[in-house]
T-cell receptor, first 114, second 112 residues
Framework: AQSVTQLGSHVSVSEGALVLLRCNYS??????LFWYVQYPNQGLQLLLK??????LVKGINGFEAEFKKSETSFHLTKPSAHMSDAAEYFC????????????FGTGTLLAVQP | DAGITQSPRHKVTETGTPVTLRCHQT?????MYWYRQDPGHGLRLIHY???????DKGEVSDGYSVSRSKTEDFLLTLESATSSQTSVYFC???????????FGQGTRLTVV
């Protein structure tokens, strides 16, 4: 069964610093991987997705993630944090097919300090 | 924004009462999902549907049932609400088994 582990439930960075949010997955078959962002009292918004094309995926708001099969990782990065990036971030995995599940990690709350 | 409407958006109910949450989509997507979100647990899948009348259990399905009699509606029922089911419930849809999911705005349910 596929699963996702997000290391660090809380991450704090200074404005302008690198953002690195970690996600490791387990899947018996090549997975589809996603990062979502959730702002307070809102639903989830897709940041980016990996669907077996390029291993480096660019998303919205300057975020990107790199799929590393050897490390079973899909870490999310942004070169320079903005105050507006403060939110909760979720990594998710699914295995394509007729019946499948979309499984989420437990989330990482990103705080951006001025 | 994807056309997903959850109703109600907020509900307070008493322990032991049945509760039904509704998810309505206008995108004609095949897959629909119900999740609950709790601090420290992220989003956990309750049930999902991969077509009309085709549903399956997720990670935390005990105490919940679902129905999907038409493409656009996916209902989540708590047969007899308990305080442990106090949570924020999200509906999501996706077009295929390989594509991303789009989320509704959530329903905040409090069981007292």
């Amino acid at each position: 069964a596929q699963s996702v582990t997000q290391l660090g439930s809380h991450v704090s960075v200074s404005e302008g610093a690198l953002v690195l949010l970690r996600c490791n997955y387990s899947s018996s078959v090549p997975p589809y991987l996603f990062w979502y962002v959730q702002y307070p009292n809102q639903g989830l918004q897709l940041l980016l997705k990996y669907t077996s094309a390029a291993t480096l995926v660019k998303g919205i708001n300057g975020f990107e993630a790199e799929f590393k099969k050897s490390e079973t990782s899909f870490h999310l990065t942004k070169p320079s944090a903005h105050m507006s990036d403060a939110a909760e971030y979720f990594c998710a995995v699914r295995r394509g097919g007729a019946t499948n599940k979309l499984i989420f990690g437990t989330g990482t709350l990103l705080a951006v300090q001025p | 924004d994807a056309g997903i409407t959850q109703s109600p958006r907020h509900k307070v109910t008493e322990t032991g009462t049945p509760v039904t949450l509704r998810c309505h989509q206008t995108e004609n997507h095949r897959y629909m999902y119900w999740y609950r979100q709790d601090p420290g647990h992220g989003l956990r899948l309750i049930h999902y549907s991969y077509g009309v009348k085709d549903t399956d259990k997720g990670e935390v399905s005990d105490g919940y049932s679902v129905s999907r009699s038409k493409t656009e509606d996916f209902l989540l029922t708590l047969e007899s609400a308990t305080s442990s089911q106090t949570s924020v419930y999200f509906c999501a849809i996706s077009e295929t088994g390989n594509t991303e999911a789009f989320f509704g705005q959530g329903t905040r349910l409090t069981v007292v």
